[in-house]
């Protein structure tokens, strides 16, 4: 029994990470991929089906490779990191910073797909009438395109939250794998098991199932909406 | 008056298709007639603004709103027309109380009290206030009608622009509302360009007719107060387009 609750205990401090790492990340994405999708939605330019490969990229790529991408980007000497460390004397190596860019960069074209296919799903006429009856083209995206929009952006959303929960790889060679300061749950179930400590490791995997549930089941719920349902007249 | 000349090409998967169109009239109601996918939408959203000809010019009452050697492009925003879409695209998220009021209402505030009594008002001549609280996925086709007139209506459009307005709706039912669209019309003293393939239509509300065909004008009838029934018979059926417009691509 004891074992158990110190188990839980330490369990405790990958989790309260996690779940920062995974919000903030999360919230970013959200911005970023939403943005990205609203753009894609409404403009044809250049190199769009350039960038929205790039975007898409981090779901098709192994995470050691978006995890080295990361280092030349970010590290001390890469093109962002060298001018971070210039500026502010911080680097995001082995930081929980450092954690919530991979999982940003991972989980981002979940929630940009899943953006970019509920905004081109509104259906045009809606936008059109919006214009007509005096809105800007911001106020149509706020009050007419991303409301409609929203149960797919939301589902995408969730979906990235629960990939940044679980992100390993890019994370493991960006942040590294130091308790309490950038060990999340996934990365903590892997020290556990190969240390053989196996009463945390099935707490802390215990626990990791138990969240993702709660996600996808509410999920679920939020998803429903009331104007959908439809009475035949 | 209204002046319309517009020039769009419009190429998709291959084919193409070109309106050149030119028109002028002076009249309340002007219908635009004609076989499907002959222009007549591509005109009504170029006057509208939700698409931009590739040249042209279109004014409203000595208003430019559309000049391309000007380089004269009003937003849709600030043309302050009325737009009725052949499916009404009401927006399926509002009530139909906030579908009336949503030109009045500003971004980021709550509809004031005073423009939610006035979408009250105009909900009742429209008879829909008692469906202030339904979605437009509940009511019924001819209530989501009266639904879409009275959102575009309460702007006080300068024009109302009306895509086949009963072709979502069963014989009887359009028979009715037809007679209630002339009668808001009236009311409201607002002019209207209207699509229609249907000829009871013409006889109902045109002033002047404008035929369509294959992306061209083939005519123009700048009154049709003093046609009857049978002159229109020979105005609106296919035979009777004369020739100078067979440019069928």
Redesign the interface.
């Given at each position: 029994m004891q074992a158990m609750t110190d188990a839980i205990a330490t369990a405790l401090i990958p989790l309260a990470l996690t779940l920062k790492v995974a919000s903030i990340a999360t919230l970013l994405t959200f911005g970023i991929g939403v943005g990205l999708a609203a753009v894609f939605a409404r403009r044809k330019f250049f190199g769009r089906d350039w960038l929205d490969a790039v975007a898409t990229l981090p779901l098709v790529m192994p995470p050691t490779v978006l995890g080295y991408y990361l280092i030349v980007v970010m590290g001390r000497n890469g093109w962002i990191g060298h001018w971070i460390y210039d500026a502010f004397g911080v680097t995001l190596m082995f930081t929980w910073q450092g954690a919530v860019a991979a999982s940003s960069v991972v989980s981002l074209p979940l929630v940009f797909k899943s953006a970019r296919s509920a905004l081109e799903g509104v259906?045009h006429?809606?936008e059109?009438?919006?214009?007509?009856?005096?809105?800007?083209e911001?106020?149509v995206f706020?009050?007419?395109s991303l409301?409609?929009a929203w149960r797919g952006i939301l589902a995408g959303t969730m979906l990235a939250f629960a990939r940044a929960m679980g992100e390993f790889g890019a994370t493991l060679m960006v942040a590294g794998n130091i308790p309490g300061k950038t060990q999340t749950l996934s990365l903590a179930v892997y020290s556990a098991t190969q240390a053989g400590n196996d009463g945390l490791a099935a707490a802390l995997v215990a626990i990791t199932s138990l969240i993702c549930m709660i996600v996808l089941v509410s999920s679920g719920k939020i998803l429903k909406?009331?104007?959908?349902?439809?009475?035949d007249? | 008056m209204m002046h319309v000349d517009v020039k769009k090409s419009l190429k998709s998967r291959g084919r193409s298709f070109t309106l050149d169109v030119s028109f002028a009239s002076g009249e309340d109601a002007v219908v635009l007639f004609g076989p499907s996918g002959s222009g007549k939408t591509v005109t009504l959203?170029a006057i509208?603004?939700?698409i931009t000809p590739d040249s042209g010019r279109i004014t409203l009452k000595g208003r430019v709103l559309f000049d391309s050697e000007q380089g004269i492009d009003v937003?849709?925003?600030h043309?302050?027309?009325?737009?009725l879409?052949q499916?009404y695209?009401l927006?399926?998220?509002m009530t139909v109380f906030q579908n009336v009021g949503?030109?009045l209402k500003k971004?980021w505030r709550r509809l004031s009290k005073e423009d939610g009594r006035r979408a009250m008002e105009f909900m009742e001549v429209f008879e829909i206030a008692h469906l202030a609280k339904s979605?437009p996925?509940?009511?019924?086709g001819g209530q989501r009608q009266r639904v879409a007139l009275a959102?575009?209506l309460i702007?006080k459009p300068d024009l109302l622009l009306l895509d086949e307005p009963f072709s979502a709706l069963d014989t009887l039912l359009r028979e009715r509302l037809r007679r209630e669209l002339r009668e808001i019309l009236a009311r409201f003293n607002i002019p209207a360009v209207m699509i229609t393939h249907d000829p009871e239509d013409i006889k109902a509300f045109a002033g002047a007719l404008i035929v369509y065909e294959a992306g061209r004008v083939c005519d123009i009838h700048p009154s049709l107060k003093e046609f009857g029934d049978r002159d229109l018979r020979s105005i609106i059926f296919p035979d009777s387009c004369p020739t100078t417009c067979a440019t069928r691509g």
């Amino acid at each position: 029994m004891q074992a158990m609750t110190d188990a839980i205990a330490t369990a405790l401090i990958p989790l309260a990470l996690t779940l920062k790492v995974a919000s903030i990340a999360t919230l970013l994405t959200f911005g970023i991929g939403v943005g990205l999708a609203a753009v894609f939605a409404r403009r044809k330019f250049f190199g769009r089906d350039w960038l929205d490969a790039v975007a898409t990229l981090p779901l098709v790529m192994p995470p050691t490779v978006l995890g080295y991408y990361l280092i030349v980007v970010m590290g001390r000497n890469g093109w962002i990191g060298h001018w971070i460390y210039d500026a502010f004397g911080v680097t995001l190596m082995f930081t929980w910073q450092g954690a919530v860019a991979a999982s940003s960069v991972v989980s981002l074209p979940l929630v940009f797909k899943s953006a970019r296919s509920a905004l081109e799903g509104v259906d045009h006429n809606l936008e059109k009438a919006a214009r007509t009856l005096g809105s800007s083209e911001a106020e149509v995206f706020f009050r007419v395109s991303l409301p409609l929009a929203w149960r797919g952006i939301l589902a995408g959303t969730m979906l990235a939250f629960a990939r940044a929960m679980g992100e390993f790889g890019a994370t493991l060679m960006v942040a590294g794998n130091i308790p309490g300061k950038t060990q999340t749950l996934s990365l903590a179930v892997y020290s556990a098991t190969q240390a053989g400590n196996d009463g945390l490791a099935a707490a802390l995997v215990a626990i990791t199932s138990l969240i993702c549930m709660i996600v996808l089941v509410s999920s679920g719920k939020i998803l429903k909406t009331d104007y959908l349902q439809e009475v035949d007249r | 008056m209204m002046h319309v000349d517009v020039k769009k090409s419009l190429k998709s998967r291959g084919r193409s298709f070109t309106l050149d169109v030119s028109f002028a009239s002076g009249e309340d109601a002007v219908v635009l007639f004609g076989p499907s996918g002959s222009g007549k939408t591509v005109t009504l959203q170029a006057i509208a603004g939700l698409i931009t000809p590739d040249s042209g010019r279109i004014t409203l009452k000595g208003r430019v709103l559309f000049d391309s050697e000007q380089g004269i492009d009003v937003p849709p925003r600030h043309r302050n027309l009325g737009y009725l879409f052949q499916d009404y695209a009401l927006f399926p998220h509002m009530t139909v109380f906030q579908n009336v009021g949503y030109a009045l209402k500003k971004p980021w505030r709550r509809l004031s009290k005073e423009d939610g009594r006035r979408a009250m008002e105009f909900m009742e001549v429209f008879e829909i206030a008692h469906l202030a609280k339904s979605y437009p996925g509940m009511i019924s086709g001819g209530q989501r009608q009266r639904v879409a007139l009275a959102r575009a209506l309460i702007r006080k459009p300068d024009l109302l622009l009306l895509d086949e307005p009963f072709s979502a709706l069963d014989t009887l039912l359009r028979e009715r509302l037809r007679r209630e669209l002339r009668e808001i019309l009236a009311r409201f003293n607002i002019p209207a360009v209207m699509i229609t393939h249907d000829p009871e239509d013409i006889k109902a509300f045109a002033g002047a007719l404008i035929v369509y065909e294959a992306g061209r004008v083939c005519d123009i009838h700048p009154s049709l107060k003093e046609f009857g029934d049978r002159d229109l018979r020979s105005i609106i059926f296919p035979d009777s387009c004369p020739t100078t417009c067979a440019t069928r691509g």
